[in-house]
Structure formats: structure tokens, C-alpha cells
């Protein structure tokens, strides 16, 4: 079965510090990774994501994140973080072959970047 | 383009009604997937339906109902409401098997 792992439900950062946010899978074969962001009283923005190719995939807003298949992870990161990135972030996965469109996700980490 | 798009926004609806949502997709995108967000079980899969066929089911009740129509413009149902039923529910539209792209929901509350 497919899953999904944010062992951090909050995580607290100081602004222009470096940011990670922990992410692991567990799929049959290999996945498709994604990131959302969610902001209070709106649906989910889609900040990246992993297909296959380097290992380092960079997104939106000047988000990036690590596939790493030996450890199943993919750990999102921000070189400098700001106030505005304080948010709900989640991570899901998609099985290549049979799982269509169905997204399995983590339950949220939410990130707080205090001034 | 314009973004996924979601009516109505907010629903208060009494135990033992139905109710419908619906979804437009973005111009283009043949596939449209519906979520539930809940404080207590996150974000969960309820179905999927691409050029108007179900290709897809989460593990949800009977009383969980979509469909698609030729333009893709899609509908869920809920009947029969239950307390538990109360959630954000959101839709998201894709082209294919690719990213999808999520509207602002509809806010479902049942009294």
C-alpha cells in the first residue's frame, strides 16, 4: 500500500534561515512526488514535483527538493526562508502505473517563519 | 488560463440532506479528481473521472457520488448527510496522468 510520512507536524524557522521540510514514501516501483502548499481558507498550490531525471528538482518561489530513492525521501528545502512561506505544506505521492490521478498525501507539517 | 474554479464556496446543510458540488477545470484538462480535508483524517482520494468514465475510487461510502459531463465540468454528491460529512472538499483538474492543479474547495458543514 502507498503512504505517506511528515513526521513533523510544525516546524519552526527564523526568517533568511535555511528551511526543510521531511518527507517519506513508501509506493510499489518508483513514484511521483509532489509538493502542495496550503494557505489558510484556500485550496492547494502545487510547488514541485519529481518524475523521474535529477535527483534536485526546483520549483516555485524558490522551493527545491531531494529525491532520494535509497532512503525514500524527498525532503523539501529553501535556501532563505520568509514570513510569507508560513503555511501548511504537504507531500504526496502518485504510483506510476494503475493509480491514475489518485494522490495519496501526508498528513501536513506547518511552517512557521518568525521574523 | 483560468484556474480551477468551485461553486459554491461554502454549504451549510442539515443531517439526512444531500448536496452537490460543482468543479470546472481548467481549459483543456480532461481528468478531474475530488478530495475531502478533514482536521481529523487530512486530505483523502474520493474518485476520479477523466473524458466523462470513473477510472478511479477512494474508500468511501455509497453515499459519495460524481460524474462528468463532455465539457469536463464535474459534480459530486453526497447524500443522505452525516455529521462526519462536514469538510472542505476539494476538487483538482489535470491533463492526462500529470500535475494536478487544485481549486479553493467548497466548505461543506453539516448541522
Known amino acids: 500500500a502507498q503512504s505517506v510520512a511528515q513526521p513533523e507536524d510544525q516546524v519552526n524557522v527564523a526568517e533568511g534561515n535555511p528551511l526543510t521540510v521531511k518527507c517519506t514514501y513508501s509506493v510499489s516501483g518508483n513514484p511521483y512526488l509532489f509538493w502542495y502548499v496550503q494557505y489558510p481558507n484556500r485550496g492547494l498550490q502545487f510547488l514541485l514535483k519529481?518524475?523521474?531525471?535529477?535527483?534536485l528538482v526546483k520549483g516555485s518561489y524558490g522551493f527545491e527538493a531531494e529525491f532520494n530513492k535509497s532512503q525514500t525521501s524527498f525532503h523539501l528545502k529553501k535556501p532563505s526562508a520568509l514570513v510569507s512561506d508560513s503555511a501548511l505544506y504537504f507531500c504526496?505521492?502518485?504510483?506510476?502505473?494503475?493509480?491514475?490521478?489518485?494522490?495519496?498525501f501526508g498528513a501536513g507539517t506547518r511552517l512557521a517563519v518568525h521574523p | 488560463k483560468a484556474g480551477v474554479t468551485q461553486t459554491p464556496r461554502y454549504l451549510i446543510k442539515t443531517r439526512g440532506q444531500q448536496v452537490t458540488l460543482s468543479c470546472s477545470p481548467i481549459s483543456g484538462h480532461r481528468s478531474v479528481s475530488w478530495y475531502q480535508q478533514t482536521p481529523g483524517q487530512g486530505l483523502q482520494f474520493l474518485f476520479e473521472y477523466f473524458s466523462e468514465t470513473q477510472r478511479n475510487k477512494g474508500n468511501f461510502p455509497g453515499r459519495f457520488s460524481g460524474r462528468q459531463f463532455s465539457n469536463s465540468r464535474s459534480e459530486m454528491n453526497v447524500s443522505t448527510l452525516e455529521l462526519g460529512d462536514s469538510a472542505l472538499y476539494l476538487c483538482?483538474?489535470?491533463?492526462?496522468?500529470?500535475?494536478?492543479?487544485f481549486g479553493p474547495g467548497t466548505r461543506l458543514t453539516v448541522l
Open positions: 504526496a505521492v502518485r504510483a506510476r502505473s494503475g493509480g491514475y490521478n489518485k494522490l495519496i
Open positions: 519529481y518524475i523521474t531525471g535529477d535527483n
Open positions: 483538482a483538474s489535470s491533463e492526462g496522468s500529470d500535475t494536478q492543479y
